[in-house]
């Protein structure tokens, strides 16, 4: 969507927004920046069918912010990317916060096309009420609404087309200038914001630490998990079992946690949830994230069998598990077989299957000394 020349320190480099952060961790070697958590340079050249953005060249800006720009610019359909071209040329801005917020304020430019009234009044009813009962599309007139903006003397002339300005939508201050603001554009497990006595930061979960980093030195801040935590949102969450658990760890406790949770496909989730509600449920407490998070990298430690309900169901899967015949299913007490195994393992059945724990020596080490097995080995 935008591609930049960059310079620093007497060397140059290019790069494409929106970028992922190797590309980041790329210019900066390539212009010799010696910290990680610094992504300030000067901008040489800019190349994006947005002919506004020129406006950049020469400014110093902030690699983070520009691939900000970058993703909003990634995440528009074709009109929104009109009206955001459109509305640039109207403002007339020269700074990146000023062009960010106005990617996020498109609703406020109504194109008009003489050639198409009915649906430019369509469009610009969308702008105003952002959406529109089908009864009354099918039922509404907008032709003639269309002709009334383009009657109205209110239309200004630009290279991109007639453009109405609905004053009545300000630009949309979205982005400060100085820290980053709410957006989601890739997958996630936990969205949260950091925060200090007056500004916050967002950040999508797992990221990389200089990402949390850099977070942390827009708030004036060395450490990321001196700053606060407030959760915005938690994907596969369990409220019984992680909310407190999130809710009370750091940033980087959490980030780990994410990375943790981004590995584990959907069976392996379902069985990391029902570890985590038995342990709590046996032992009266987890302990903290960072006990969850030991105990998601010992699985091997827990028998977790999905939609198994009772010991006769728990026997045939452990049967069938060990590759036992079928003809000689039937010289086994197979409810016995299940039963036995459930008393081994202080197993249960639960709403989502069978769980238990074949390893209780793991499972001990991965929590704290104040919440270890109890009388339970």
């Known amino acids: 969507m935008i591609n930049c020349k960059v310079t620093r320190n007497g060397r140059e480099s290019e790069i494409r927004f929106p970028c992922t952060e190797k590309d ?16 300030r340079v000067k901008v040489l050249g800019v190349d994006s069918d947005i002919e ?18 970058g993703r909003l610019m990634s995440g528009m359909d074709a009109h929104e990317f009109e009206q955001f071209r459109i509305g640039l040329y109207h403002e007339g801005f020269t700074d990146l916060r000023n062009i960010i917020n106005v990617s996020q304020s498109v609703r406020r430019y109504s194109i008009i096309n003489p050639n198409d009234l009915s649906g430019s009044g369509l469009d610009h009813e969308m702008d105003i009420r952002v959406c529109i009962p089908t009864k009354e599309v099918e039922t509404t007139d907008y032709s003639t609404i269309g002709k009334e903006l383009l009657d109205s003397g209110k239309c200004e002339e630009t290279p991109y087309g007639l453009l109405y300005v609905n004053e009545e ?21 936990i969205a949260a914001f950091l925060k200090n006595d007056t500004d916050e930061d967002f950040v999508l979960l797992p990221c990389f630490d200089e990402e949390l980093q850099r977070a942390a030195n827009r708030l004036n801040s060395s450490f990321p998990y001196d700053l606060k935590v407030s959760i915005d949102l938690i994907k596969n969450n369990d409220e019984a079992v992680l909310s407190e658990l999130v809710n009370s760890a750091d940033i980087c406790t959490l980030n780990d946690f994410a990375h943790l949770m981004n590995r584990f496909d959907t069976k392996e989730t379902e069985k990391y949830l029902a570890s985590l509600r038995y342990v709590k449920q046996h032992l009266g407490s987890i302990g903290n994230l960072r006990n ?12 977790f069998y999905p939609n198994v309900m009772c010991n006769e169901d728990l026997g045939y ?6 590759d036992v015949p079928e003809e000689l299913w039937e010289y086994f007490d197979v409810e016995r077989y299940g039963e036995e195994m459930c008393e081994q393992e202080f197993g249960e059945m639960s709403d ?26």
């Open 24 to 39: 980041i961790w790329r210019v900066q070697h390539e212009l010799e920046i010696p910290y990680e958590t610094d992504t």
């Open 52 to 69: 506004q953005l020129e406006i950049l060249e020469g400014q110093n800006e902030n690699l983070d912010f520009l691939n900000l720009l």
């Open 169 to 189: 939508i300000p630009i949309d201050n979205f982005f400060d200038g100085r820290h980053m603001p709410a957006y989601f554009d890739r997958d996630f497990q």
């Open 292 to 303: 969850a998070i030991r105990l998601g990298y010992s699985q091997e430690a827990f028998s």
């Open 317 to 322: 899967t452990l049967l069938e598990e060990h």
């Open 352 to 377: 989502n299957g069978y769980i238990g724990i074949n390893d209780y020596t793991t499972v001990s080490h991965c929590l704290t000394q104040n919440h270890g097995m109890g009388g339970m080995i």
